[in-house]
């Protein structure tokens, strides 16, 4: 299975969020796994829950959900 892990920036002033809840909807209809840290789309109304509809999982913080480098 494919992941697909959504940061939320860190830039200030940065409101993009990588992906919206329509295409996590489409990549989670393709059997792939979509993590989104919390709070990642709120700089452009979008919230956790409309993630959460669209089939991703919610986290705190996107690093506890990562192996790290190999």
Known sequence: MHENFIPKE?????RRV???PEVVKKLVD?????TVESGA???VSITDDHFKEAGAKIVKKVLTCT????
């Open 30 to 34: 393709m059997k792939c796994a979509v």
């Open 18 to 20: 990588a992906l919206s």
């Open 10 to 14: 860190v830039v200030a002033h940065e």
């Open 41 to 43: 789309g709120l700089g």
């Open 67 to 70: 192996k790290g480098p190999n």
